[in-house]
């Protein structure tokens, strides 16, 4: 079974505008983190925003918040104010707590373009 | 600070050659990871460094292999090279690579296999 799905491989979205990312993970660990990146077309993974499976608020990074619904097992990524700049691919990335599986599981990402 | 860092940026090399490429941390960081990007398999972990020992290793033939110096740079090498090798190498940082660190990634080194 796939850990973490991205079920949009793209999205459109009009400048200004807010979108929202799907993403949802498959887990038994009651410790894990979720995590968010953007890769532009030059390649580099940049890190936007991280949530903790214990965490109980939701993550906020500026124009970035993480919609964490536990039971639902999402982590869904709201861009609010969209920029030209933020067309990239999205990934959702989760890192489970337990033994030595701590590497990053990346799901297949959201190809975001932004229009003007 | 500095980010993370990769050389090379670009390679080219033929089928049966090997390649070593290069990877500085964050400074204080000192788990390094790699991953392997391609367009049909996506992003998938090749192994994690932390103290100059390997903590973790994805499901990746013998040919891949890596080695972390006590300065917590690392280098992956990949012998005896084939075309499906092909890939954006990406190497990640994080501070003890505990669940709650976040990976920062360097900007990758692109691997063409012809």
């Known amino acids: 079974a796939q850990?973490?799905?991205?079920?949009q491989p793209g999205m459109f979205v009009q400048e200004k505008e807010a979108v929202t990312l799907d993403c949802t993970y498959d887990t038994s660990d009651q410790?894990?983190?979720l995590f968010w990146y953007k890769q532009p077309s030059?390649?580099?993974m940049i890190f936007l925003i991280y949530q903790g499976s214990y965490d109980e608020q939701n993550a906020t990074e500026g124009r970035y918040s993480l919609n964490f619904q536990k039971a639902r097992k999402s982590a869904n990524l709201v861009i609010s104010a969209s920029q030209l700049g933020d067309s990239a691919m999205y990934f959702c990335a989760m890192r489970e707590g337990t033994g030595s599986a701590r590497q990053l599981t990346f799901g297949s990402g959201t190809q975001l373009t932004v229009l003007p | 600070k500095a980010g993370v860092t990769q050389t090379p940026r670009y390679l080219i090399k033929t089928r049966g050659q090997q390649v070593t490429l290069s990877c500085s941390p964050i400074s204080g960081h000192r788990s390094v990871s790699w991953y392997q990007q391609t367009p049909g398999q996506g992003l998938q972990f090749l192994f994690e460094y932390?103290?100059?020992t390997q903590r973790n290793k994805g499901n990746f033939p013998g040919r891949f292999s890596g080695r972390q110096f006590s300065n917590s740079r690392s280098e992956m090498n990949v012998s005896t090279l084939e075309l499906g090798?092909?890939?954006l190498y990406l190497c990640a940082s994080s501070l003890r690579g505990a669940?709650?660190?976040t990976q920062y990634f360097g900007?990758?080194?692109r691997l063409t296999v012809l």
């Open chain 1, 3 to 7: 850990k973490i799905t991205q079920t």
């Open chain 1, 31 to 33: 410790s894990y983190g």
């Open chain 1, 42 to 44: 030059s390649g580099e």
């Open chain 2, 50 to 52: 932390f103290s100059e």
């Open chain 2, 85 to 87: 090798d092909s890939a």
């Open chain 2, 99 to 101: 669940r709650t660190d």
């Open chain 2, 107 to 109: 900007p990758g080194t």
